[in-house]
Antibody
Framework: QVQLQESGPGLVKPSETLSLTCTVS????????WSWIRQPPGKGLEWIGY???????RYNPSLKSRVTISIDTSKNQFSLRLSSVTAADTALYYC???????WGQGTTVTVSS | DIQMTQSPSSLSASVGDTVTITCQAS??????LNWFQQKPGNAPDLLIY???NLETGVPSRFSGSGSGTHFTFTILSLLPEDFATYYC?????????FGGGTKVAIK
């Protein structure tokens, strides 16, 4: 059974870069596309982007200029970087399996000085 | 972007009721649609994929139908554990997009 675990700072200052990592266990990351999805407090779900280990990343155009998703197959991890963050980027960030059937528990990131 | 219009945004129902939620896509997505359940404090759970296929382990009181632009999600005979928020999500085209959610509350 694949399991996902997000890790990274829970507090980021405005204008700085948010960095999160997702560790995949119980399965190989060398398959299909692995996603990052976020959910602002009390709001709905937004797809940030996904990555394939050979085909590379695809991003949501609404965030494309600020997002970088990378993958490290040796560590079975994929990562998210979101630059120039503002309070609007405060959210619960999830990493998600290719079929959307497995989600990490989510990690809350607050943007505040 | 494909817009997913989900309705209603909220509803009140009683245990034993049948509940139907609809999701309208702004363009044809064939059957490339998921339905999720989310309870407070938890990540979303995939219930239905490809518009009508029940995810393994999901009770048969949940069902989905539709293709193209119009989709429905039904819960037969609501149980107390079904009170939650439900989301549709399309994967017919990038960016992947979600409906706004339907909160199913106890009447």
């Amino acid at each position: 059974q694949v399991q996902l675990q997000e890790s990274g700072p829970g507090l980021v200052k405005p204008s700085e870069t948010l960095s999160l990592t997702c560790t995949v266990s119980g399965g190989s990351i060398r398959s299909y596309f692995w996603s990052w999805i976020r959910q602002p407090p009390g709001k709905g779900l937004e797809w940030i982007g996904y990555i394939h280990h050979t085909e590379g990343p695809r991003y949501n155009p609404s965030l494309k200029s600020r997002v970088t998703i990378s993958i490290d197959t040796s560590k079975n991890q994929f990562s998210l970087r979101l630059s120039s963050v503002t309070a609007a980027d405060t959210a619960l960030y999830y990493c998600v399996s290719p079929s959307m059937d497995v989600w990490g528990q989510g990690t809350t990131v607050t943007v505040s000085s | 972007d494909i817009q997913m219009t989900q309705s209603p945004s909220s509803l009140s129902a009683s245990v034993g009721d049948t509940v139907t939620i609809t999701c309208q896509a702004s363009q044809d997505i064939s059957n490339n649609l998921n339905w999720f359940q989310q309870k407070p404090g938890n990540a979303p759970d995939l219930l239905i994929y490809d518009a009508s296929n029940l995810e393994t382990g999901v009770p048969s009181r949940f069902s989905g139908s539709g293709s193209g632009t119009h989709f429905t999600f039904t819960i037969l005979s609501l149980l107390p554990e079904d009170f939650a928020t439900y989301y549709c999500q399309q994967y017919g085209d990038l960016p992947l997009t979600f409906g706004g959610g339907t909160k199913v509350a106890i009447k």
